[in-house]
């Protein structure tokens, strides 16, 4: 991204104009709005280091990049955490809902469609989370990608409360009329490979695993062609016997909810890789897919290995390199 | 919004540092990062002005919040005719695939279901374009708000071409078989209310309307009961008559397709209402959003009367005041 080496081109010139305290206090303002903080002499001299090489005429600083920002890494794990915690509620919101229509289950049922107001508020509270960041943090490159993400993220997973609400009401309907579990093999064989995809997506999005989020889009191919052929079957049930049809089109509508929930899967998977790799997938074929997704696991790699070489070659005590040796992307 | 404050506070801090040519042009860089534009006495006395009054030791300069940069404009601009084109797009993608379920027409079916790929690259067009104005101008306030809903909204635009898609896809199978108009009137009752709330939500976006806006929202429950009655009526059908089964749980998925596009028309009106006025009503009840709404309507009225005082008071000759008049927010 052009844009992440701007503020630091700008940053360096702007370190030139710094001649006294209270303009130093100014200037840390500045630097906090451009995501960056600034590190005096005396703190690093209290952890034990040698002072830094001064700059002609003007007080010596270092500036560490984002991400030694510490509120910056909380307000983004806040945001991160807040997402995966919203993803856990509304899985587990799915396999209720199934339970609850598998068993016939209306308390169960109930219960599904009640907690939907704990889900949506979720939603409220990390939309504004997210706002705050981008307002405040004014995210860029990666970071930014992360944001945008779990932006985009979060609606998904509150459309899969919803769907989850939609299989609990249809839970409800098929109690109250008490009878046909035709095509409850349908649901349970459909749900529970949908529930699967939910868990992997969120899983791909907490370890940053894109090879994980690339087979959730591959397995988004299945769940429809899966979905396609128990909706032919149960068509087959109702032309044999039409007494039953309207509990049948509810299994039907079922069906569509889990299916719908594939497809909020697959988005979240594709924002895993995005937020990754900077490419936009999601109208993308699977072997371009493929490319992105192999090119994004090389440089994960080579990334965590010079961090580990940076970790083995740390020395213990400062030097005068440690601030730049300090510096993280 | 506090954080739109902040900046400004924190420039007027800044100003006072600003002693030099050199410095001037860094700062000015500086501003331009935060989404501000210095305005410099030379192209102000061009424009007959006297110049901006100086400050104790520093030189002066005035400067003019957002808005007044013109590329940031620019850019709100462009991403707002993006999605109001991707919008209109749509919403021809709608009209197109229900003609063509009804006249049974396939050609134009096929139309719809190739156009799509058009859709989906408006849809990363846009969203790239959102990602580079946060990243650029780093938006505040109204501005991000406007953005974040663009971003949201860009989600539910390709949802209805998604759904058109779907129509379209219904329509091609219904005049393979050839047969049983059963549910069209229905189909084409419930198609012209929600291209309508389709049409409403984009007017609310193009005119900043809270209260078209407001009137969609309310319209999506009426479509709702609609469907639901639409879908009771379809399958007494299928009771009395189980030989086409096929084709009119066809024409539910139709009808329901028609739905989910009145769920994302309400989805785009309460992001009007959003950006608008600050207030998320995604989970509202309808009295909570007619009190925002209202407060909304009359703070755009009292803005707006503000803004023809300011236009009929205005000198022909530039005063020492003309700065600070200036201002936009």
Redesign the interface.
Known sequence: ?V?AA??DR?LA??R??IVNEE?QE??A??YQ??GFSLVNEAAVARRGSSPVPRRQGVRAMSIYERHTSKSFDQDLETATQLFLTMGDSVAVQVAKAIHALIDADEVLAREVINTD?DI??K??EL??H???I???R?P??SD??LV?AL??GV?DLERIGDEAVKIAQMACQISAEGSAPRGYAEVQHLGNQVRLMVHNALDAFTHLNVEQAFEVMRNDGVINREYQSATRAL?TY??ED?RH??NV?NI?WVL?ALERIGDHARNVAELVIYSISGE?V??TDHAQVAKTVQEASEQMAAREATANQVLANEAPTYDEHTASNERKD
Do not use: G, W, Y
Request: hydrophobic residues 50%; charged residues 20%; proline residues 2%.
């Open positions: 991204m844009f701007e503020p700008l010139s702007i030139e104009l303009q100014i200037m303002q500045a709005q451009l107001h949506n508020n939603e409220l939309d504004e997210i706002l705050l981008v307002a405040r004014q860029t490159a930014l990608r945008m932006s985009k609606v068509m109702i032309m039409s049809v309207s089109i039907m569509r936009d999601r109208h």
